[in-house]
DNA sequence: AACACAAATGGACCGTAGTCCGCTAATCGT
DNA sequence: ACGATTAGCGGACTACGGTCCATTTGTGTT
């Protein structure tokens, strides 16, 4: 009982792609902050509009774009090459991991703040700190510590994020 | 050793609270969110530049509004008439206390918001909250409550801020 | 009272986020 | 292959925050 599925047309999933890149280009060679939105839609070779289509505002275009780098960063430490990946013994990956999550965050930073909207403060947070203590929580059964290890991984995540 | 005061003008001190009552006025009507820096420099019937001069941005004017209001309600609880102000037995004062404080934060909501100026998302905060917490604990000696009164103070506030 | 001078003013001006709507071209039914 | 339909496009336009600077005005001095 397949839906009548209506597409997005071709051109819009392109156009979204393209944007995004220009933006990741973008804010990676100069920052989050003075980045423009005029400045992306030129350099993606869109109409303002279009960009304002695709993503709303300005900020949830960084939210898009800091979504993207979450989803690559998780992916690098679930399934990605040791030592942060699997393979390497418990205690490389948790070193590894936290080294590639004080980089993450120290990139993230400016986007972080631009990607806000109001007063919150806090928003995907939640879901994506649960990402990481379930990934910490397992990596740490490797190690054999005795103690509660659902508490050492917050102990752990509570220091980098 | 009385330092060559400079004086402010009589023009921009009487500027100044021009501004501020006609922003009061605005933000009252409208809200913080929607009310404009042309809306406020119109109706104070001074110039943008003015505006801008004496409260150096947006942000800036809605702090002086805030703390203006704090400043009124502080000195509402403190020399004001009971049972907010002293004369009422203690448990009806921090009742009414805790009431004020209920509307206080209702209605400085927005302003709060509007205040804010990029991550933090608290900054005053603490100056203002020792004079809560002082006035708290003051009521709170004549209860005769044989507990810690500072922790006390703080719990009761807890549950308000 | 007249002057000199800094403080203060105001509004033209700029850059940016976000809206709007007439036009273009991708998609689909025939 | 060929319209008909309409999602999607783009850029002119608006609104707002913030800057700048030529001009005005208050103030202390003579």
Not at 92 to 113: P, T
Not at 137 to 161: K, P, R, S
Request: aromatic residues 6%; contains cysteine; hydrophobic residues 40%.
């Amino acid at each position: 009982m397949l839906e009548p599925v209506r597409h997005e047309r071709a051109d819009a999933t392109r156009n979204r792609a393209t944007i995004l890149e220009a933006a990741e280009r973008l804010v990676g060679e100069q920052g989050a902050q003075t980045v423009t939105m005029d400045q992306i839609a030129c350099a993606a070779g869109v109409g303002k509009g279009t960009l304002f289509r695709h993503f709303g505002d300005r900020c949830g275009l960084m939210r898009a774009l800091l979504d993207e780098r979450e989803r690559a960063f998780q992916e690098d430490f679930i399934r990605g090459p040791a030592p942060l990946g699997p393979g390497a013994p418990p205690r490389e990956r948790l070193v590894a991991f936290g080294e590639r999550m004080l980089e993450h965050i120290e990139i993230q930073g400016d986007l972080l703040v631009a990607a806000e909207n109001g007063a919150p403060g806090e928003r995907l947070r939640h879901s994506v700190y649960a990402a990481y203590r379930a990934h910490v929580t397992a990596v740490l059964q490797g190690t054999g510590y005795a103690g509660d290890i659902g508490y050492l991984a917050d102990v752990l995540l509570g220091a980098l994020v």
